[in-house]
């Protein structure tokens, strides 16, 4: 409601002194989005909106975001990601969602088959997770990441299987 529309228009305010880029998804509804989206100078990118929906291409984004952040492993991949950016119709930042390597380079192949990207894509993650299902880390160096073959290493995948907990919570997101 009008409420948390407010606060995150008064976060914003307080953050302008740092000539943000964009803010990402500071309300949850998209109604509010568009209330703060409205009243600020922020351009605002809509992400749990897009990855919660039950038909994201059907979303109209128009008065709520400026732009979409696109995770494909959230959205079914390369290709229904492709599809959705067609029926968005908007700038996009391509990102992972905490993946692997084997994640990151479904986000990588989709923003190399993007015919723009005006924004940094998210792709730096690999950097933060204590281990990985390949031998060799997808990680930028010097704000880029090669593309390569990524093949999943054996060993690395019964350690992940063997921490993996609450299954379920999992699949369910």
């Known amino acids: 409601g009008q409420d948390v529309a407010d606060q995150a228009i008064a976060m914003l305010e307080r953050c302008d002194r740092f000539d943000l880029e964009y803010a990402e998804q500071p309300c949850a509804s998209l109604a509010d989005l568009a209330i703060v989206r409205r009243e600020t100078g922020v351009r605002i990118a809509v992400d749990e909106g897009i990855r919660t929906s039950s038909d994201p291409g059907s979303l109209s984004l128009n008065d709520a975001a400026d732009l979409a952040i696109i995770k494909p492993a959230t959205l079914g991949g ?15 930042v391509v ?17 190399g088959a993007l015919p723009e990207l005006p924004f940094a894509s998210g792709l730096g993650t690999g950097s933060l997770l204590a281990d990985d299902l390949v031998s060799s880390p997808l990680v930028p160096t010097g704000g880029e990441i090669a593309v390569s073959r990524i093949q999943p290493d054996a060993a690395a995948l019964g350690r992940a299987r063997a921490r993996v907990t609450h299954e379920e919570q999992w699949r369910d997101r």
């Open 78 to 92: 390369v290709r229904a990601s492709l599809a959705l950016v067609a029926a968005l119709d908007m700038p996009v």
């Open 95 to 111: 990102s992972g969602a905490m993946d692997s390597s084997v994640g990151l380079a479904t986000a990588l192949a989709l923003a």
